[in-house]
T-cell receptor, first 114, second 113 residues
Protein backbone atom coordinates (compact mmCIF):
# COMPACT_ATOMS: atom_id res chain seq x y z
CA UNK A 1 0.00 0.00 0.00
CA UNK A 2 1.38 3.38 -1.01
CA UNK A 3 1.20 6.07 1.66
CA UNK A 4 1.50 9.84 1.45
CA UNK A 5 2.60 11.71 4.55
CA UNK A 6 1.50 15.31 4.52
CA UNK A 7 2.89 17.97 6.85
CA UNK A 8 2.13 20.04 8.72
CA UNK A 9 -1.35 18.89 9.65
CA UNK A 10 -2.35 22.35 10.84
CA UNK A 11 -1.03 25.76 9.86
CA UNK A 12 -2.24 29.06 11.30
CA UNK A 13 -0.58 32.18 9.93
CA UNK A 14 -1.11 35.90 9.44
CA UNK A 15 -2.04 37.48 6.15
CA UNK A 16 1.05 38.25 4.08
CA UNK A 17 3.19 35.40 5.40
CA UNK A 18 4.64 32.64 3.26
CA UNK A 19 4.14 28.95 3.88
CA UNK A 20 5.09 25.54 2.54
CA UNK A 21 3.19 22.27 2.76
CA UNK A 22 5.00 18.99 2.18
CA UNK A 23 3.87 15.65 0.83
CA UNK A 24 6.27 12.72 1.20
CA UNK A 25 6.31 9.04 0.39
CA UNK A 26 8.72 6.15 0.08
CA UNK A 27 6.89 5.12 -3.09
CA UNK A 28 7.16 6.44 -6.62
CA UNK A 29 4.09 8.04 -8.16
CA UNK A 30 3.26 8.46 -11.84
CA UNK A 31 1.83 11.85 -11.04
CA UNK A 32 0.87 13.90 -8.06
CA UNK A 33 -2.04 16.28 -7.62
CA UNK A 34 -2.93 19.01 -5.18
CA UNK A 35 -6.50 19.76 -4.19
CA UNK A 36 -8.12 22.45 -2.10
CA UNK A 37 -11.30 21.80 -0.18
CA UNK A 38 -13.63 24.15 1.63
CA UNK A 39 -15.92 22.99 4.46
CA UNK A 40 -18.97 21.07 3.26
CA UNK A 41 -17.75 20.81 -0.32
CA UNK A 42 -15.78 18.36 -2.41
CA UNK A 43 -12.06 18.87 -3.15
CA UNK A 44 -11.19 20.92 -6.22
CA UNK A 45 -8.10 20.20 -8.28
CA UNK A 46 -5.39 22.87 -8.20
CA UNK A 47 -2.61 21.27 -10.22
CA UNK A 48 -1.13 18.02 -11.50
CA UNK A 49 2.63 17.45 -11.71
CA UNK A 50 3.95 14.59 -13.78
CA UNK A 51 7.65 14.96 -14.45
CA UNK A 52 10.33 14.58 -11.76
CA UNK A 53 11.66 18.02 -10.83
CA UNK A 54 8.69 19.77 -12.41
CA UNK A 55 7.67 23.15 -11.04
CA UNK A 56 4.28 24.72 -11.73
CA UNK A 57 3.03 28.12 -10.69
CA UNK A 58 -0.56 29.17 -10.17
CA UNK A 59 -0.57 32.86 -9.22
CA UNK A 60 0.86 32.90 -5.67
CA UNK A 61 1.04 29.10 -5.45
CA UNK A 62 4.14 27.17 -6.50
CA UNK A 63 4.06 23.39 -6.79
CA UNK A 64 7.10 21.17 -7.10
CA UNK A 65 7.45 17.46 -7.82
CA UNK A 66 10.57 15.79 -6.43
CA UNK A 67 13.22 14.50 -8.81
CA UNK A 68 12.49 10.92 -7.79
CA UNK A 69 8.71 11.48 -7.96
CA UNK A 70 8.29 10.48 -4.32
CA UNK A 71 7.54 13.87 -2.83
CA UNK A 72 5.99 17.23 -3.57
CA UNK A 73 5.62 20.64 -2.02
CA UNK A 74 3.15 23.49 -2.21
CA UNK A 75 4.44 26.97 -1.45
CA UNK A 76 2.13 29.94 -1.00
CA UNK A 77 3.55 33.44 -1.16
CA UNK A 78 1.90 36.32 0.71
CA UNK A 79 -1.01 34.23 1.98
CA UNK A 80 -4.47 35.76 2.02
CA UNK A 81 -7.58 34.89 4.07
CA UNK A 82 -9.10 33.47 0.91
CA UNK A 83 -6.40 30.78 0.90
CA UNK A 84 -7.91 29.28 4.05
CA UNK A 85 -8.98 25.67 3.55
CA UNK A 86 -7.91 22.04 3.56
CA UNK A 87 -5.09 21.22 1.15
CA UNK A 88 -4.75 17.63 0.01
CA UNK A 89 -2.06 15.95 -2.03
CA UNK A 90 -2.89 12.81 -3.99
CA UNK A 91 -0.65 10.44 -5.88
CA UNK A 92 -1.43 8.22 -8.82
CA UNK A 93 -0.03 4.74 -8.22
CA UNK A 94 2.93 4.01 -10.44
CA UNK A 95 3.11 0.76 -12.35
CA UNK A 96 0.55 -1.96 -12.79
CA UNK A 97 -3.15 -1.61 -13.29
CA UNK A 98 -4.31 1.04 -10.91
CA UNK A 99 -7.65 1.92 -12.53
CA UNK A 100 -6.90 5.55 -11.78
CA UNK A 101 -6.88 5.02 -8.03
CA UNK A 102 -5.42 7.90 -6.07
CA UNK A 103 -3.70 7.77 -2.70
CA UNK A 104 -4.50 10.84 -0.63
CA UNK A 105 -2.47 12.47 2.09
CA UNK A 106 -4.13 13.32 5.40
CA UNK A 107 -4.42 16.97 4.49
CA UNK A 108 -3.20 20.30 5.84
CA UNK A 109 -5.72 22.65 7.40
CA UNK A 110 -4.57 26.18 6.61
CA UNK A 111 -5.99 29.20 8.40
CA UNK A 112 -4.91 32.67 7.29
CA UNK A 113 -5.86 35.42 9.73
CA UNK A 114 -6.52 38.96 8.47
CA UNK B 1 -18.85 20.13 -19.89
CA UNK B 2 -18.80 17.34 -17.38
CA UNK B 3 -20.68 17.63 -14.11
CA UNK B 4 -21.16 15.33 -11.19
CA UNK B 5 -24.22 15.35 -8.97
CA UNK B 6 -24.44 13.84 -5.54
CA UNK B 7 -27.38 13.81 -3.18
CA UNK B 8 -28.58 14.35 -0.61
CA UNK B 9 -26.24 17.01 0.81
CA UNK B 10 -27.02 16.12 4.40
CA UNK B 11 -28.66 13.12 5.98
CA UNK B 12 -29.49 12.15 9.55
CA UNK B 13 -30.41 8.50 9.96
CA UNK B 14 -31.06 6.29 12.99
CA UNK B 15 -28.87 3.32 13.76
CA UNK B 16 -30.13 0.21 11.97
CA UNK B 17 -31.84 2.09 9.15
CA UNK B 18 -30.95 1.59 5.47
CA UNK B 19 -28.90 4.00 3.38
CA UNK B 20 -28.87 4.94 -0.27
CA UNK B 21 -26.63 7.71 -1.64
CA UNK B 22 -26.75 8.43 -5.33
CA UNK B 23 -24.16 9.91 -7.66
CA UNK B 24 -24.59 10.68 -11.35
CA UNK B 25 -22.18 12.05 -13.91
CA UNK B 26 -23.14 14.06 -16.98
CA UNK B 27 -21.22 14.97 -20.10
CA UNK B 28 -18.94 11.97 -20.27
CA UNK B 29 -19.10 8.26 -20.95
CA UNK B 30 -17.34 5.25 -19.45
CA UNK B 31 -16.10 7.15 -16.42
CA UNK B 32 -14.29 5.44 -13.58
CA UNK B 33 -16.38 6.16 -10.49
CA UNK B 34 -15.29 6.24 -6.86
CA UNK B 35 -16.80 6.53 -3.39
CA UNK B 36 -14.62 8.08 -0.70
CA UNK B 37 -15.23 8.73 2.97
CA UNK B 38 -13.66 11.65 4.78
CA UNK B 39 -13.51 11.90 8.55
CA UNK B 40 -13.43 15.29 10.28
CA UNK B 41 -12.13 17.21 7.26
CA UNK B 42 -9.04 15.08 6.87
CA UNK B 43 -7.75 12.74 4.17
CA UNK B 44 -9.93 10.66 1.90
CA UNK B 45 -10.36 6.93 2.31
CA UNK B 46 -11.30 5.05 -0.85
CA UNK B 47 -14.30 2.79 -0.22
CA UNK B 48 -15.30 1.51 -3.67
CA UNK B 49 -14.44 2.05 -7.29
CA UNK B 50 -16.05 0.95 -10.52
CA UNK B 51 -14.64 0.78 -14.03
CA UNK B 52 -17.94 -0.15 -15.68
CA UNK B 53 -21.56 -1.18 -15.28
CA UNK B 54 -21.95 -3.90 -12.68
CA UNK B 55 -18.22 -3.84 -11.85
CA UNK B 56 -17.49 -2.96 -8.24
CA UNK B 57 -14.23 -3.23 -6.32
CA UNK B 58 -14.16 -2.82 -2.57
CA UNK B 59 -11.12 -1.34 -0.93
CA UNK B 60 -11.94 -1.90 2.73
CA UNK B 61 -14.25 -4.34 4.52
CA UNK B 62 -17.20 -2.50 5.94
CA UNK B 63 -20.90 -2.22 6.47
CA UNK B 64 -21.45 -0.58 3.10
CA UNK B 65 -21.95 -1.76 -0.46
CA UNK B 66 -21.92 -0.10 -3.87
CA UNK B 67 -23.67 -0.69 -7.16
CA UNK B 68 -23.41 0.69 -10.67
CA UNK B 69 -26.69 0.02 -12.47
CA UNK B 70 -25.96 2.45 -15.32
CA UNK B 71 -22.81 3.83 -16.93
CA UNK B 72 -23.08 7.20 -15.23
CA UNK B 73 -24.74 6.19 -11.96
CA UNK B 74 -23.03 5.02 -8.81
CA UNK B 75 -24.91 4.16 -5.61
CA UNK B 76 -23.64 3.66 -2.08
CA UNK B 77 -25.86 1.59 0.18
CA UNK B 78 -26.21 -0.03 3.55
CA UNK B 79 -28.86 -2.38 4.89
CA UNK B 80 -28.32 -1.35 8.52
CA UNK B 81 -26.36 1.73 9.47
CA UNK B 82 -23.91 1.80 12.36
CA UNK B 83 -22.83 4.82 14.39
CA UNK B 84 -19.36 4.42 12.89
CA UNK B 85 -20.79 4.99 9.40
CA UNK B 86 -21.13 8.70 10.15
CA UNK B 87 -18.92 10.86 8.00
CA UNK B 88 -18.60 12.91 4.84
CA UNK B 89 -19.08 10.81 1.71
CA UNK B 90 -17.71 11.94 -1.62
CA UNK B 91 -18.36 10.61 -5.09
CA UNK B 92 -15.73 11.21 -7.75
CA UNK B 93 -15.05 10.37 -11.37
CA UNK B 94 -11.85 10.07 -13.33
CA UNK B 95 -11.71 9.96 -17.12
CA UNK B 96 -9.12 7.22 -17.37
CA UNK B 97 -7.04 6.86 -19.51
CA UNK B 98 -7.19 10.50 -20.53
CA UNK B 99 -6.02 11.71 -17.14
CA UNK B 100 -6.09 10.87 -13.47
CA UNK B 101 -7.51 14.09 -12.07
CA UNK B 102 -10.48 13.41 -9.85
CA UNK B 103 -13.65 15.50 -10.07
CA UNK B 104 -15.72 15.40 -6.92
CA UNK B 105 -19.36 15.86 -6.09
CA UNK B 106 -20.48 18.21 -3.35
CA UNK B 107 -20.46 15.46 -0.77
CA UNK B 108 -23.03 14.05 1.65
CA UNK B 109 -22.74 14.69 5.36
CA UNK B 110 -24.17 11.55 7.01
CA UNK B 111 -24.90 11.52 10.71
CA UNK B 112 -26.05 8.26 12.25
CA UNK B 113 -27.85 8.78 15.55
Amino acid sequence: TQLLEQSPQFLSIQEGENLTVYCNSSSVFSSLQWYRQEPGEGPVLLVTVVTGGEVKKLKRLTFQFGDARKDSSLHITAAQPGDTGLYLCAGENAGGTSYGKLTFGQGTILTVHP
Amino acid sequence: SQTIHQWPATLVQPVGSPLSLECTVEGTSNPNLYWYRQAAGRGLQLLFYSVGIGQISSEVPQNLSASRPQDRQFILSSKKLLLSDSGFYLCAWIRVPFGTEAFFGQGTRLTVV
